[in-house]
């Protein structure tokens, strides 16, 4: 166990600077989104309420039917 003040505080700074090199570098920045041309949609993905929230209560809702 560390006793002296100086040994923990020197054993804690190692300790964080051993973290941060375990860290990876930043990311690089994402690139900026392309313009879509006119009257091109995206594609339609559903919204997490309807997995979350909708699906349930329609199961339940079959289900007491």
Do not use: E, K
């Not at 964080?16 to 594609?43: E, T």
């Amino acid at each position: 166990m560390v006793t002296d003040p100086a040994q923990a505080c020197r054993f804690w700074m190692a300790s964080l600077l051993s973290i941060a090199d375990l860290n990876p570098a930043a990311a690089l920045p994402a690139p900026p989104p392309r313009p879509r041309a006119p009257g091109v949609r995206p594609p339609w993905r559903p919204h997490p309420v309807y997995l979350y929230v909708l699906w349930p209560h329609l199961a339940l809702l079959l289900y007491a039917g």
